[in-house]
């Protein structure tokens, strides 16, 4: 029993390993002296200095944030508002025909979803650019919103509603005192993931870029068809420390958010 016990952590530890090891091999790399990932000659900051001095890449990384806390903003105002009506809507059939077509939307393959969002965009003459990849990314990341504060607001207790209307609170005052701090979980998982999603999207944000517009994944796509160099590498680096930071991040605040409401018993 005790061996049996140790395989579930041993095959834990090997996906991590098979998961995380090219990672560490390109963050390693980044800081090689050599031009080449086969051989380390010395340590060096180099390569994240050219980084920062590349003015391009620097607008590219400045339009990739900027697309990714809006849409994630947005989606998420959006998600949350999506999950609220699905939750009171009387008419069971219904309920279960908009929750089929949101997951649909989740499960649906990226290129599918970037070629419909380019043909539509070019029926409705939409210029490819910041707009399309804004919009985009609006779009797909409204369903994992809704699927992430949905079971929040299913666990809340009808009783909840009824207690605070008794007591003369008008809507308004439900849904901004009662069941936004209820689901404020539910909200910064759907944030943050929304916004992971959008800072690592490539699929669609391929297929809507345009007019000198480019998201930081595009653009390393277009620098390793070119030839790997290490810029790339350090790149990377710097993208997989803000991603555990955000990660970290969102761990602390959800942490933060499943403390008692003041007030409330649980």
Same mark, same amino acid.
């Given at each position: 029993?005790?061996?049996?016990?140790?395989?579930?952590?041993?095959?834990?530890?090997?996906?991590?390993?098979?998961l995380y090891a090219p990672i560490?091999?390109?963050?390693?790399?980044?800081?090689?002296?050599?031009?080449?990932?086969?051989?380390?000659?010395?340590?060096?900051?180099?390569?994240?200095? #050219?980084?920062?001095?590349?003015?391009?890449?620097?607008?590219?990384?400045?339009?990739?944030?900027?697309?990714?806390?809006?849409? #994630?903003?947005?989606?998420?105002?959006?998600?949350?508002?999506?999950?609220?009506?699905?939750?009171?809507?009387?008419?069971?059939?219904?309920?279960?025909?908009?929750?089929?077509?949101?997951?649909?939307?989740?499960?649906?393959?990226?290129?599918?979803?970037?070629a419909s969002f380019l043909i539509?965009?070019?029926?409705?003459?939409?210029?490819?650019?910041? @707009?399309?990849?804004?919009?985009?990314?609006? @779009?797909?990341?409204?369903?994992?919103?809704?699927?992430?504060?949905?079971?929040?607001?299913?666990?809340?207790?009808?009783?909840?509603?009824? #207690? #605070?209307?008794?007591?003369?609170?008008?809507?308004?005052?439900?849904?901004?005192?009662?069941?936004?701090?209820?689901?404020?979980?539910?909200?910064? @998982?759907?944030?943050?993931?929304?916004?992971?999603?959008?800072l690592d999207d490539f699929a669609?944000?391929?297929?809507?870029?345009?007019?000198?517009?480019?998201?930081?994944?595009?653009?390393?796509?277009?620098?390793?068809?070119?030839?790997?160099?290490?810029?790339?590498?350090?790149?990377?680096?710097?993208?997989?420390?803000?991603?555990?930071?955000?990660?970290?991040?969102?761990?602390?605040?959800?942490?933060?958010?499943?403390?008692?409401?003041?007030?409330?018993?649980?």
């Amino acid at each position: 029993m005790g061996k049996l016990s140790k395989l579930p952590k041993i095959y834990l530890i090997i996906i991590f390993i098979i998961l995380y090891a090219p990672i560490f091999y390109l963050i390693f790399y980044s800081f090689n002296s050599g031009g080449s990932m086969s051989n380390f000659e010395s340590f060096t900051l180099d390569h994240y200095k #050219a980084v920062f001095e590349d003015t391009r890449l620097i607008v590219i990384l400045i339009n990739t944030v900027v697309v990714a806390l809006l849409s #994630a903003l947005v989606s998420t105002t959006i998600g949350v508002l999506g999950a609220l009506a699905i939750v009171f809507m009387r008419n069971k059939a219904m309920r279960n025909a908009v929750l089929s077509l949101n997951n649909i939307l989740i499960v649906s393959p990226d290129v599918i979803i970037g070629a419909s969002f380019l043909i539509l965009f070019t029926l409705v003459g939409i210029k490819l650019g910041f @707009a399309s990849v804004l919009i985009s990314h609006i @779009a797909f990341s409204i369903p994992i919103v809704v699927i992430m504060v949905l079971p929040k607001l299913q666990e809340m207790s009808p009783s909840l509603i009824d #207690a #605070a209307l008794d007591l003369g609170a008008s809507k308004r005052d439900i849904l901004t005192r009662v069941i936004i701090p209820f689901i404020k979980p539910g909200i910064f @998982a759907g944030f943050f993931l929304a916004l992971t999603y959008s800072l690592d999207d490539f699929a669609v944000t391929f297929f809507v870029t345009g007019n000198g517009f480019s998201t930081l994944s595009v653009e390393i796509y277009s620098m390793a068809r070119a030839g790997i160099t290490l810029t790339i590498n350090a790149l990377t680096g710097l993208i997989f420390i803000v991603t555990v930071t955000l990660v970290i991040g969102y761990y602390f605040i959800s942490r933060k958010a499943k403390t008692p409401i003041a007030g409330v018993r649980k």
